[in-house]
């Protein structure tokens, strides 16, 4: 579910995500440097799973779409006494590993 909105972000060229609780929903607004739009919300019940999803990809740091290594940097603020959670999203210049691997050669 995290992994969709960030593939949308990355989509339309943005540059981070921001999921901010307000009016009983949980709104993901993707951002270039500080020009934001709406990707998308949810329930709270719904959103459950996608912060599952945040907290696993924290401890990795790293993640893979559309064949490119991006690394994610997680910060949160407080905002009118609600948490807001920000991913940063950063391409790397490390290769996916699956393209790197040589092929064999046939004799």
């Not at 949160?76 to 006494?81: D, K, L, P």
């Not at 999203?89 to 590993?97: D, L, M, P, Q």
């Amino acid at each position: 579910m995290l992994i969709e909105f960030l593939e949308k972000a990355v989509a339309t060229g943005c540059d981070s995500i921001e999921i901010e609780y307000k009016d009983g929903k949980e709104w993901v607004t993707a951002f270039w440097d500080r020009v934001g739009y709406g990707i998308g919300h949810l329930d709270p019940d719904e959103a459950k799973p996608m912060f599952k999803e945040m907290d696993d990809l924290n401890r990795e740091k790293e993640v893979t779409i559309g064949g490119v290594r991006y690394r994610l940097a997680f910060s949160r603020y407080e905002s009118f006494g609600e948490w807001v959670y920000r991913i940063q999203i950063k391409r790397t210049n490390r290769a996916v590993a699956a393209s790197q691997r040589r092929r064999p050669r046939r004799s």
